[in-house]
C-alpha cells in the first residue's frame, strides 16, 4: 500500500552566511505529493512500531527508493540496513522530534595495563563485548547502513552512552558500509566515534547536506570519499579532534567539507580543537570556506596512525569573518611506524575549485542524491 502525504512548501528564501559571500537556497511554490511505502509510528498509529520492522519488511535488492515515513517520537532501538536491502528512504516527520537512540558502546574486557581502551567498568555494562551485558553482540552502532543508495532526511541519530556519559570509549552514532549513501537535515550525536564512514571500498561516497554532527573524539572517521556541505561540526570538550580518516592511495578525494562550520560549547573554546589526525593508510581532507566560531589550534592538525596526503583548509574564517591564516598548519607526520612524512597543508584557487559535488558525488553512474532533498541546495558555482 502506498500511503500518501501531501507537503506544501511555500516560497523560501534562506541564506547561508559563508566565507565572504552569502549563499542563497530558493524553494519555488509547490505542493509535493509525497508518497510513502509504509509509515512508522511510535505510538502506533503506522503500519510499523519500530523503523527495523520496517526495514525488514522492505522488499529486497529495490531499484528505487523504497520511502518509509517516521513519525515524531522515541525509537529506542539499533537499525541495521542490510546489503539486499537497497534503495531505504527514512524520512523522519521533525529532525529534533524524530529521534533514534540506543546506549551501547564497543569496550574491551577491562584490563589495568590497556593502552587503547579505559579500565571503566561503568562502559563495560553496555559493551557490546560484554557476554553480560544485555547488547552483548549487538553492532557496534546504534545505526548500521550496509545496503547501497540509502537516504535519510530529518532524524536525529544519538548514541546514548557518549551523549549522557561525555566521555569514550568509542560509541558509534552511526556507521557506513556501503556506497551512494546521503543524509539530509539530520543530527547525529555522541562524544567518540560519532560517524565512521565507509571502508568497504576506496571510492565508496557518502552526500551530507545541512545535519549537525556532535562529538569530541575522531567523531567523523573512516575511508571513502564524503562530500559535506552547510552542516555544523560541534566540539564538546577541549583538545577535541574533528575527523579521523583513513583512505587508501586509491582514494580520489577523501573528506571534503564545504561551506561548513565548525562550533563548540565553552570548554572547546580554548583554541586546542584540532580539525583532525590520520588514522591509517594516506588520509585525505579538505575544508573549504569554513567559519570557525571557535578558534581552532593553529597547527590545525596532529599525529596518529599514517601519514597524509593532504591535510588543508581554505579560505576559512573565524567568528567575526576574519581570515584565518594558515601559515602555521601542521605539515609533518608521524605513523605509528616512526616513519616520517609530509602533507600538502594549502592549497591553491584553482585545486579548491576542482572540490566540486559534480566531481565527488556524481561519478560515472551520475548518482544525483540532491533530487531527493525536500529544500534542494542551490547548484554552487
Not at 157 to 167: A, K, P, T, V, Y
Not at 193 to 211: A, E, G, H, I, K
Not at 368 to 377: A, D, E, G, H, V
Amino acid at each position: 500500500m502506498i500511503r500518501q502525504i501531501l507537503v506544501s512548501i511555500l516560497l523560501t528564501y534562506v541564506q547561508f552566511c559563508n566565507p565572504f559571500f552569502c549563499q542563497a537556497i530558493t524553494i519555488n511554490t509547490v505542493a509535493l505529493d509525497h508518497s510513502y511505502n509504509v509509515i512508522v509510528s511510535a505510538d502506533g498509529t503506522g503500519d510499523y512500531k519500530t523503523i527495523q520492522e520496517a526495514i525488514d519488511d522492505a522488499p529486497k535488492y529495490c531499484s528505487e527508493p523504497y520511502r518509509i515515513y517516521v513519525k515524531n517520537g522515541d525509537y529506542n532501538e539499533v537499525v541495521t540496513v542490510s546489503t539486499e536491502k537497497r534503495f531505504i528512504h527514512l524520512i523522519g516527520q521533525d529532525k529534533k522530534n524524530t529521534r533514534v537512540h540506543f546506549k551501547l558502546n564497543v569496550q574491551s574486557l577491562p584490563k589495568p595495563d590497556s593502552k587503547w581502551y579505559q579500565t571503566d567498568t561503568a562502559a563495560w555494562k553496555f559493551s557490546v563485548h560484554n557476554p553480560n551485558a544485555a547488547v552483548y553482540r549487538y553492532p557496534g552502532a546504534v545505526v548500521s547502513i550496509n545496503g547501497d543508495d540509502f537516504y535519510a532526511e530529518n532524524i536525529s541519530f544519538i548514541n546514548d552512552w557518549g551523549l549522557e556519559q561525555q566521555s569514550g570509549p568509542q560509541a558509534l552514532a552511526i556507521r557506513i558500509q556501503a556506497d551512494r549513501v546521503a543524509f539530509s537535515d539530520c543530527i547525529f550525536r555522541s562524544f567518540q566515534d560519532t560517524w565512521m564512514t565507509s571502508t568497504r571500498q576506496p571510492n565508496d561516497r557518502l552526500y551530507v547536506y545541512n545535519c549537525w554532527i556532535e562529538g569530541a573524539v575522531d567523531y567523523f572517521y573512516g575511508g571513502g570519499n564524503a562530500y559535506v556541505e552547510h552542516s555544523t561540526l560541534y566540539n564538546v570538550r577541549s583538545g577535541s579532534v574533528i575527523v579521523a580518516p583513513s583512505h587508501k592511495e586509491e582514494t580520489k578525494w577523501g573528506y571534503v567539507f564545504k561551506y561548513c562550520t565548525i562550533d563548540g560549547n565553552t570548554a572547546a573554546a580554548d583554541g586546542k580543537v584540532k580539525l583532525g589526525r590520520p588514522w591509517h593508510d594516506r588520509p585525505k581532507a579538505v575544508f573549504l570556506y569554513t567559519r570557525m566560531n571557535i578558534p581552532v589550534a593553529s597547527e590545525g592538525w596532529t599525529d596518529m596512525g599514517g601519514i597524509p596526503q593532504i591535510f588543508a583548509d581554505y579560505k576559512s574564517i573565524d567568528a567575526s569573518g576574519n581570515a584565518v591564516g594558515t601559515e602555521n598548519r601542521k605539515t609533518q607526520f608521524k605513523n605509528r611506524n616512526n616513519e616520517v612524512g609530509v602533507s600538502k597543508a594549502v592549497i591553491t584557487d584553482v585545486e579548491a575549485s576542482s572540490y566540486t559535488y559534480d566531481k565527488v558525488i556524481l561519478g560515472i553512474d551520475q548518482w544525483n542524491p540532491r533530487k531527493f532533498i525536500s529544500t534542494k541546495p542551490q547548484v554552487w558555482k
